[in-house]
């Protein structure tokens, strides 16, 4: 890889959730640490199988891991809650519980709706792994 884009993009998700590359490796489970250093610094570009786990992984398109965005949105962020149609005022609830300008938070709000719309709709919750 002429510019390692993919490699710094893979890194730069690992970072802003403060994991280390063999924790990284412990969550996915399939792969060991030193492949993941190789991912990082453009040794061996990761097979589509493992983008896909990163992309689900950490919500992000496949566009952005491959630098053609700089917008990371997946497909979480797509999704409007449907709980807010239902119940208005709990979804205001969970609105103003979390702070929208953390990542983290985000993502954590967006569980809590959809765990919501899951527990109103009688639908059992899918564990994702």
Do not use: H
């Not at 403060?18 to 996915?28: D, E, I, M, P």
């Not at 991912?39 to 992309?55: D, F, H, I, Q």
């Amino acid at each position: 890889m002429a510019e390692n884009i993919v490699g710094r993009q893979l890194r730069s998700l690992r970072e802003s959730v403060k994991l280390s590359q063999y924790r990284l490796a412990l969550v996915n489970g399939k792969i060991a640490q030193p492949a993941v250093n190789r991912y990082e610094n453009g040794v061996v570009c990761p097979s589509l199988e493992t983008l896909l786990w990163y992309a689900d992984y950490f919500d992000v398109s496949l566009d952005y891991i491959f630098g053609r965005t700089d917008n990371p949105r997946g497909r979480l962020f797509d999704c409007k809650p449907k709980i807010a149609e239902k119940n208005e005022e709990l979804a205001a609830f969970v609105e103003m519980c979390f702070d929208s300008n953390s990542p983290v938070n985000a993502r954590l709000k967006e569980t809590m709706l959809k765990l919501l719309e899951e527990k109103s709709s009688g639908v059992a919750p899918v564990r994702e792994e």
